[in-house]
């Protein structure tokens, strides 16, 4: 048997994902933690487990075994897509409020099982986003677009595009809102979303390779375009329902639901993200009343976790204030000028927990409450994240000196681990963290295996995302495993982070409002030639750039507007027409198409085709229903008009990112050999892991 290489690795381990624990649900007791974990780096079948807080004792609650391959209902497999989840098994469950059950689909087949005693009881129902009401007492799904509880439809749908319970397309891909209803703290009724699609386009996914095969029609708002109507409405068990009452032509987003115990929170926003509305509802009437207000002249961030209360009922919220995301509690700024909040992870009592940073490549935790005041919970360099309840502090740490995550379980007096049975990377990663040119990019530099300083000039690969929501110069090694393995083949590898990426502030971030090229571009040159004056290795006339989705798009628009600079360039499902990307994603940085359409020529990169003149790979996934394949469809014919030499890879049956093992591996190595082509060097063995 041929040695494991690490394309054959990375694609069979989803990226280092398989195998970690997940999913963590923490008893308000502080007695258990409810996960998820396969049981190897390579298994992608996940099993439910818990954790005795006070013993350290795992104990295997569901074991799925080997997935019958059922076919998944459209809806799931849409949250799947947009969850970019290649798991099997269990991927996702719910709690009661006590954490003494839980309920998930396994097969589209709807089951519970004790917590305590592990008894698992089948349902008798098929459906997706399966939840429990706060008693344990009903189940609530969603199956046909209808709402259903204990099996019963309670909300069906009132036209033919018209969905319950489910979020729409832009809630679930740009606003990280996955879930469309919410149960009351009481468990008399339910919060559920009304969506109607027919006044969205509908656009289409066909199969190429399988002619056979009817398209996929799917309701895409592109930019411009009309979004989904989307209304909210309080329903009794037995289908009695009320509508909840705001602006909604003035706020048609809704981004984000809290339901506690001290209260209904609606987070709704206008169709030019300038402001936001956090609204108090009343659960009887439907009525609101607003408790704040922001606004911003670009657009307001939607940070994870907030709108939130604590049980003495303060607002938990973030405000934009000294070029800081600072948490607000209350009436209060919590957090000093420069630690920048990414997240609340959890409130538990009148105690907050949010993700935050002062560093752009660290994440860490903080908690606050007014009892303690501020309080840093990380202090190892690295990444962190995390929950709390009951008292229990989960915290999931990796960092640049070690494989994998590291979870553990604090209660104040002591602490116990999750384990993790992540694969290890065949190769391991020799990162260097720099700090480049006159904006302190941050970037991440590796060098092939063994490489002497000095001993011969290397070609440069370029590896970016550099998007918007989106940072890698990040202190987590094996998120570094490819670039590592692209320098064993030859490069040198640099990573930047410019402006526009999250973890430097409000400023920073809106840097790029009404162009979302100019500012990305310059800084990854920028960075390029900075690193080559401290690094003298590096051979400027041979550059080149790969990378996907919005790396992919820099990397073509690179070779097109900066071919001084770039020499190659390999573009993953690049969005090359602005227009074509959807309305709460592309609308927030470029603003209207109609009001500000320079904006998007400027952030479009079909029209510089006759530009070209350095080689150029477009890569596809023709199944992908987030950036679709007439991006790269319409930049190659562009470049055929123009006659321009290029080469277009489409992939069949492959989505927004690959998740074939062979494809998701050769396509690693095809980009290999196109670099070798394109800039031409000394080859490593090609056995090379």
């Known amino acids: 048997m041929p040695p494991l290489t690490l394309p054959r690795q990375h694609a069979r381990t989803a990226r280092f994902k398989l195998g970690i624990p997940r999913d963590f649900t923490i008893s308000p007791d502080g007695a258990r933690v409810v996960f998820l974990r396969s049981s190897a780096g390579d298994d992608p079948v996940n099993r439910l487990w818990t954790l005795t807080v006070a013993t350290g004792q795992e104990r295997l609650l569901v074991d799925p075994g080997t997935p019958s391959g059922a076919t998944l209902s459209d809806a799931e497999r849409a949250r799947r897509e947009r969850t970019r989840e290649r798991a099997s098994g269990i991927v996702a469950y719910a709690t009661d409020a006590a954490v003494t059950k839980a309920v998930y689909a396994l097969d589209g087949e709807l089951h519970t099982v004790d917590l305590l005693t592990g008894a698992i009881t089948p349902l008798g129902a098929a459906g997706s986003d399966p939840r429990l009401d706060p008693a344990g007492q009903h189940v609530a799904h969603v199956s046909d677009g209808a709402l259903?509880?204990?099996?019963?439809?309670?909300?069906?749908?009132?036209?033919?595009e018209v969905t319950w319970g489910l979020p729409e397309h832009v809630a679930a891909e740009s606003m990280a809102r996955h879930r469309g209803y919410w149960w009351a703290p009481d468990g008399k009724r339910l919060l559920v979303a009304r969506v109607d699609n027919a006044g969205v386009s509908k656009w289409h996914l066909s199969e190429p390779a399988d002619p056979g095969r009817p398209p996929r029609t799917m309701a895409y708002p592109a930019a411009g375009t009309g979004n989904a109507d989307v209304t909210l409405w309080l329903t009794t068990?037995?289908?009695?329902?009320?509508?909840?009452?705001?602006?909604?032509?003035?706020?048609?987003?809704?981004?984000?639901?809290?339901?506690?115990?001290q209260g209904l929170l609606v987070l709704v926003q206008s169709r030019d993200q300038r402001t936001t509305r956090v609204l108090a509802a009343d659960p009887e009437t439907g009525a609101t009343t607003?408790?704040?207000?922001?606004?911003?002249?670009?657009?307001?961030?939607?940070?994870?976790?907030?709108?939130?209360?604590?049980a003495r009922?303060?607002?938990?919220?973030?405000?934009?204030?000294?070029?800081?995301?600072?948490?607000?509690?209350?009436?209060?700024l919590v957090t000093p000028?420069?630690?920048q909040v990414l997240r609340i992870l959890a409130v538990d009592g009148d105690t907050v927990l949010a993700q935050c940073c002062d560093e752009p490549t660290e994440r860490h935790l903080y908690s606050y409450s007014r009892a303690e005041g501020l309080v840093r919970v990380t202090s190892e360099p690295g990444l962190h994240t995390g929950t709390r309840a009951g008292g229990v502090t989960l915290v999931v740490t990796r960092t640049l000196e070690g494989h994998g995550v590291r979870v553990t379980v604090t209660d104040g007096r002591a602490s116990t681990r999750i384990g993790s049975n992540g694969a290890v990377p065949v190769l391991r990663p020799k990162v260097e963290l720099v700090s480049l040119g006159k904006r302190e990019l941050r970037g991440a530099i590796m060098f092939p295996t063994g490489h002497v300083p000095g001993s011969r000039r290397l070609p440069v690969l370029l590896n970016p995302y550099a998007g918007p929501m989106g940072a890698l110069v990040l202190r987590g090694l094996d998120d570094f495993a490819v670039s590592q393995w692209f320098a064993d083949q030859g490069f040198a590898v640099l990573v930047v982070d410019g402006r526009g990426t999250p973890g430097r502030g409000p400023a920073w971030e809106r840097a790029i409002h009404l162009d979302k090229l100019s500012a990305a571009l310059e800084d990854q040159a920028d960075a390029l030639h900075a690193a080559a004056g401290r690094f003298p290795d590096l051979d400027l006339g041979r550059v080149a750039?790969?990378?996907?989705?919005?790396?992919?798009?820099?990397?073509?628009?690179?070779?097109?507007?900066?071919?001084?600079v770039f020499h190659a360039a390999i573009a993953g499902a690049p969005v090359t027409d602005a227009r074509l990307y959807d309305t709460h994603w592309q609308e927030r940085y470029l603003g209207h198409p109609d009001q500000h359409?320079?904006?998007?020529?400027?952030?479009?990169?079909?029209?510089?085709?006759?530009?070209?003149?350095?080689?150029?790979?477009l890569l596809h996934g023709l199944a992908d229903d987030n950036v679709f394949a007439a991006h790269t469809l319409r930049l190659s014919a562009a470049l055929l008009a123009a006659g321009r030499p290029h080469t277009v890879l489409p992939?069949?049956?492959?989505?927004?990112?690959?998740?074939?093992?062979?494809?998701?591996?050769?396509l690693l190595l095809l980009e290999r050999d196109f670099l070798h082509r394109n800039l031409p060097q000394r080859f490593p063995d090609d056995s090379a892991t």
């Open 148 to 160: 259903h509880v204990d099996g019963r439809p309670v909300l069906t749908p009132d036209g033919p």
């Open 237 to 261: 068990l037995a289908g009695e329902r009320t509508e909840v009452m705001w602006d909604r032509t003035a706020f048609e987003y809704v981004a984000a639901v809290s339901w506690t115990g």
């Open 290 to 310: 607003l408790l704040r207000e922001d606004t911003d002249a670009a657009w307001l961030e939607l940070v994870p976790g907030a709108p939130d209360r604590t």
């Open 313 to 332: 009922g303060e607002l938990v919220w973030t405000v934009d204030r000294d070029d800081t995301r600072r948490l607000m509690v209350g009436d209060d």
């Open 337 to 339: 000028p420069g630690l």
């Open 545 to 564: 750039i790969r990378g996907w989705s919005y790396g992919g798009y820099l990397a073509a628009a690179a070779v097109l507007r900066h071919p001084d």
């Open 597 to 617: 359409p320079e904006a998007y020529d400027r952030s479009s990169i079909v029209a510089d085709a006759p530009n070209l003149r350095r080689p150029l790979m």
């Open 651 to 666: 992939l069949s049956g492959v989505s927004h990112m690959a998740a074939q093992e062979d494809v998701a591996e050769n």
